[in-house]
């Protein structure tokens, strides 16, 4: 149960950080938001462009059909005459980008002008071939298309065949034409504008989306990081009020939990017992082994002592394991570490010890009281057996990980060659049996340093002597 529950915080948790659910949410909502905008701004478009050019074709419409009107043919020769002209001014201005013409359509798509507007300043139309073939088959219907003007400039022109009463079965075609230059730049402003806001108005409300999103699920990110504060042991549950939907996810974290401390304590509770139950009879072996002086009770008291050792320190490791565990112990360092530095000198009499710290008050350890006092204890301690007379105790957040402490004990002792670091660590390996000990101190902060997921690092000191660094974790604060 503890186990799993360490997990979600570490790779699971990455795991969920990968796949923002944030980002999932506002990307689906953003892959019908955007083609439901680019949709919308092509329909506009089309809709002016549409309306736009309809407006424009409209009066050259009107001018074909004022022609036909105002045209009659001489019943003696069968030529063509204009009553009256179209009465727009921009007909009468040469070049001005509005034409009119009545001509003979050849073959090759060009006009023989029968008559034309003063605009044309004496030029002719030549309409595509595709366009003229649409001429001739569908007499008296308007056509559209496009040609070059007499000063070069695109045009847009309506044309309709036409036979007046009078010249048999020769048809005439009537063209009304225009500059298109200034509605072909209305439409691409217009497209231009209506994109920009559609996109404007698209990476609005995807910013919209997101903010609602945000506030949305911003209980669940409180949730979260309550859940950091039990986990850091800034706080011993999960509290806070939150909506009915993620209530109950809070009440089951905090069920969790207590379930989690319960496992823990019961654990505690059986190592004890086994502790006891282990340890009295082999002390009784021992005693009674002692009060006899032969070779059988000297083995039996060996090793009697031998398996003390050997349980006692398999039941350290255990409850290092329950206690590494745990959820929401917290423990100052600078505490501990000063009441050990206050109480080792009383217990190392025989030298003049000078322990100087280098700790700041505001870390604090992610555990059990204990546990620190045992691991620093135990460095401290060997660090009082061997020095010289200076010791130098210093912490500082380990570079690039958040969460973790680098405790440092330096002496001035003798110290260790390179290839006796692995040994030390060993349980029950000793370098120099005349020194007090059961050689199982460094081994058990190393045990209970990789329960607390840190480790123990041996190293030459500035000092001269041994360096200890043990990397623990500590409380993050926000």
């Not at 503890?2 to 990307?27: C, H």
């Not at 953003?30 to 074709?57: C, E, G, N």
């Not at 009468?92 to 507007?117: C, N, P, T, V």
């Not at 700790?359 to 660090?383: H, I, P, Q, S, T």
Request: include cysteine.
């Amino acid at each position: 149960m503890n186990a799993r529950f360490q997990s979600g915080q570490g790779g699971a948790g990455k795991a969920v950080e990968g796949r923002s659910l944030v980002w999932r949410l506002v990307r689906s909502a953003a892959l019908w938001v955007v083609p439901a905008f680019l949709v919308t701004a092509i329909s506009l478009i089309l809709f002016y462009r549409t309306s736009t050019y309809k407006i424009f074709d409209d009066p050259l419409i009107n001018t074909i059909q004022s022609l036909i009107a105002y045209v009659e043919t001489d019943p003696q020769s069968g030529e063509i005459i204009l009553i009256r002209a179209p009465i727009d001014p921009s007909y009468q201005r040469a070049l001005s980008g509005r034409y009119w013409l009545i001509g003979e359509l050849k073959e090759d798509g060009r006009l023989e002008s029968i008559m034309g507007s003063p605009s044309l300043y004496g030029a002719s139309l030549v309409l595509p071939l595709s366009d003229a073939q649409k001429v001739r088959a569908h007499q008296g219907d308007v056509v559209r298309s496009i040609a070059e003007g007499p000063d070069k400039e695109p045009l847009r022109l309506a044309a309709q065949s036409v036979i007046f009463p009078g010249m048999g079965d020769r048809p005439v075609v009537i063209v009304a034409a225009a500059d298109r230059r200034p509605t072909e730049q209305a439409v691409r402003q217009f497209s231009l504008l209506a994109l920009g806001l559609m996109s404007v108005l698209a990476l609005g409300l995807s910013a919209a989306i997101f903010m609602q999103v945000r506030l949305g699920l911003r209980p669940l990110f409180d949730l979260r990081g309550r859940v950091v504060d039990v986990r850091q042991g800034r706080a011993s549950s999960v509290e806070g009020e939150y909506p009915k939907e993620i209530k109950p996810l809070a009440d089951e974290l905090n069920s969790l939990i207590g379930h989690n401390r319960d496992v823990v304590e019961y654990a505690r509770t059986h190592v004890g017992n086994l502790a006891h139950a282990l340890k009295t009879p082999l002390a009784v072996l021992v005693n009674e082994a002692g009060d006899k002086d032969n070779a059988f009770s000297k083995l039996v008291t060996r090793q009697a002592e031998e398996m003390l050792k050997q349980v006692d320190h398999h039941l350290r490791r255990a409850r290092a394991a329950t206690r590494g565990q745990s959820i929401g112990e917290t423990t100052p360092v600078l505490e501990t570490i000063s009441s050990l530095a206050r109480t080792l000198p009383r217990i190392h009499r025989d030298k003049d010890l000078d322990i100087q710290l280098s700790v700041d008050k505001v870390f604090v350890f992610r555990g059990a009281k204990r546990d620190l006092e045992e691991m620093v204890g135990n460095l401290m301690d060997n660090a009082c057996k061997w020095t010289g007379s200076k010791i130098r105790v210093s912490a500082e957040p380990v570079e690039g990980e958040e969460g973790q402490l680098r405790l440092i004990v330096d002496d001035d002792g003798p110290g260790l060659d390179a290839d006796q670091y692995v040994t030390v660590l060993k349980r029950g390996e000793r370098l120099d049996e005349a020194t007090p000990g059961s050689g199982f101190g460094l081994s058990i902060v190393n045990d209970l340093a990789l329960a607390y997921k840190g480790s123990l690092q041996l190293d030459v000191s500035p000092l001269g002597g041994l360096r200890a660094i043990l990397i623990v974790p500590i409380v993050v604060r926000p």
